[in-house]
Structures are given as C-alpha cells and as structure tokens.
C-alpha cells in the first residue's frame, strides 16, 4: 500500500530564503507526483508535476525533482517571500487504477 | 472558465440528517473526485467518476454515495450523517491529455455534524 510522507510538518523561515520541501513514498511504482499549494480554507493549486519518466520540472521560482529508485521528491523555492507562506502538499499517483495518494502537507510560513 | 465549483461552502447538520454536495467544472473533464481533508492527514479519495453515468468506490466510502447523471455534475450524498463525517470535502476533476492526468480542484466544502 502506497504511503506519502510529508517532513517537516511545519517550516518557518526568513524572507529571501532558499528551501527545500521533502515528500517521501514507499511504492516506487508511480505515475506521476504533482505538487500542490493550499491556502488556508482554499481548494488545491497545482503548482508541478512530475511524469514517473522525468527527473525534474521546473517553474519560475519553484523547481521539484523527483528519485523514483529512492522514494523521494523534492520541492525547492527560489528567494523565498511571505507570499509564499501556504501549506505544500504533495501527491504521488500509482500505475494502477485512478487513486491519487496525498501527503499531510507541509506548512510554510516565510517572515518578511 | 469557473473550472471546479462546490455548493455549498458551508454547513452544518445534525447526526442523522441527510445533505447532498453538489461538484460542477466546465472544462468537459471526464474524470471526477470526491475527496476528504482531515487534520493532520492527507487527502483521502471517497468516490471517483471515469464518465457519466459511472462512479467507483475509493479510499474511505462508507456513508456516502454519490452520482454522476451529466458529465459536468458529480453529486456526493450522506444519507445519514455523523460526527465522523466533519471534515472539509473537496471535488476535484482531471483529463486524460495523452501525457498525463492533472487534477483541478475547487474551493471545498467545509462540513460540520453535531
């Protein structure tokens, strides 16, 4: 059974920092690893994802890599900003059916 | 494009009542989700939709049912509702793009049984 594993649960850092999200999975039979942002009492926004054949996407101040052999992606922000502050999960869709497992999230809070 | 609205927004039922939440997307996606977001825990898949007219068990299904007449609605209902069923429901929709399917998700409902 897939399980996703969002660490830290919460990161606060200063303004214009550099930082690194991590998600792990334990079934490296995936399709897909999107990464989404989530507002507080808002829906998801899909901010990257990952086909299982690629080793990394990128946008603008986000870059997310993806190691299937190890169980692991990661999301790094460029020159962090306060706007950034939202929870960060990620989700890793498996190579059979339609289910999409979903991290805890990670909760970033960027000072200014 | 509205892509993935949820009505309603709020609400609050007693245990034993019964409510329907209503998903609607205007991007022609075939593919439907209903999801629950719990406190410390990832999304979990109640129920999902390939097209109109199907539906198909996920994750954590029990209490719910749900229904998808047009392929723009998907409907999830609790037929008799309780304290474990609050929680913030999200419906979400994706399309099969010959590389990937990509999930869109609406605002949520956040639901309260007392």
């Known amino acids: 059974k897939q399980e996703v594993t969002q660490i830290p649960a919460a990161l606060s850092v200063p303004e214009g920092e550099n930082l690194v999200l991590n998600c792990s999975f334990t079934?490296?039979?995936?399709?897909?690893l999107q990464w989404f942002r989530q507002d507080p009492g808002k829906g998801l926004t899909s901010l990257l994802l990952?086909?299982?054949?690629?080793r990394e996407q990128t946008s603008g101040r986000l870059n997310a890599s993806l190691d299937k052999s190890s169980g692991r992606s990661t999301l790094y922000i460029a020159a962090s900003q306060p706007g950034d502050s939202a929870t960060y999960l990620c989700?890793?869709?498996?190579?059979?059916?339609?289910?999409?497992?979903f991290g805890a999230g990670t909760r970033l809070f960027v000072k200014a | 494009n509205a892509g993935v609205t949820q009505t309603p927004k709020f609400r609050v039922l007693k245990t034993g009542q019964s409510m329907t939440l209503l998903c609607a997307q205007d991007?022609?996606?075939?593919?439907m989700y209903w999801y629950r977001q719990d406190p410390g825990m990832g999304l979990r898949l109640i129920h999902y939709?390939?097209?109109?007219?199907?539906?198909a068990k996920g994750e954590v299904p029990d209490g719910y049912n749900v229904s998808r007449l047009k392929k723009q609605n998907f409907l999830l209902g609790l037929e008799s509702a309780a304290p474990s069923q609050t929680s913030v429901y999200f419906c979400?929709?994706?399309?099969?793009?010959?590389?990937?399917?990509?999930?869109?998700f609406g605002p949520g409902t956040r639901l309260t049984v007392t």
């Open positions: 990952i086909q299982s054949s690629q």
């Open positions: 939709s390939v097209g109109e007219g199907t539906t």
């Open positions: 991007m022609n996606h075939e593919y």
């Open positions: 979400a929709s994706s399309l099969w793009t010959g590389v990937s399917y990509e999930q869109y």
């Open positions: 989700a890793v869709k498996g190579t059979g059916g339609f289910k999409t497992i």
């Open positions: 079934d490296s039979a995936i399709y897909n």
